[in-house]
């Protein structure tokens, strides 16, 4: 059974950067698996973050696009996700996906105040 552990969260100023890390365990095939960031925001709905293929595809939603970067080391087992430019309205937990079982991550805080 696929584990995802995030870490990197916490809290930083508006314009500030943050890297949010999600381990995999409990596999030996993260390498093929497509993996996802996803954020809820208090009231509102989980959103699609960015995504990223086993052959490191990445697609991303409008309000991130040139501000975040997701990527993966498959030596580690791990997905990242480098937010840079960082914006009150991006404060949320985050979450990591395995989207091919579904599988989630108990997601990290990222707070931005102003």
């Known amino acids: 059974q696929v584990q995802l552990v995030e870490s990197g969260g916490g809290l930083v100023q508006a314009g500030g950067s943050l890297r949010l890390s999600c381990v995999a365990s409990?596999?030996?095939?993260?390498?093929?698996?497509?993996m996802g960031w996803y954020r809820q925001a208090p009231g509102k709905q989980r959103e699609l973050v960015a995504t990223?293929?086993?052959?490191?595809?990445?697609n991303y939603t409008d309000s991130v696009k040139g501000r975040f970067t997701i990527s993966r080391d498959n030596a580690k087992n791990t997905v990242y996700l480098q937010m840079n430019s960082l914006q009150p309205e991006d404060t949320a937990v985050y979450y990591c996906r395995d989207i091919q079982f579904n599988v989630w991550g108990q997601g990290t805080q990222v707070t931005v105040s102003l």
């Open positions: 990223i293929t086993s052959g490191s595809t990445t």
């Open positions: 409990g596999t030996i095939f993260f390498r093929l698996k497509p």
